[in-house]
């Protein structure tokens, strides 16, 4: 199990989970968000390849547009 923080949100995952099983798990679409992993960004090609790990803070933001 980890302990994580998502968004300011303290979490528990009983799984493992990629950050883009987190997204999918949240119904997050792929590409409206960047996520930051621990104080930096991830590029999108390796969302299914990064594990998130006890005590990992991720911060989702998501893009809206406007005029």
């Known amino acids: ?38 104080g930096k960004i991830i590029n999108r090609s390796k969302y299914k390849s990064i594990n998130i790990k006890n005590k990992d803070k991720v911060e989702i933001v998501h893009f809206i547009g406007g005029g």
Do not use: H, W
Request: proline share 0%; net charge positive.
């Open 1 to 38: 199990m980890a302990k994580i923080q998502l968004n300011g949100r303290k979490l528990d995952l009983k799984n493992k989970y990629s950050i883009a099983t987190l997204l999918k798990k949240y119904k997050i679409d792929v590409k409206k968000v960047a996520v930051e992993l621990n």
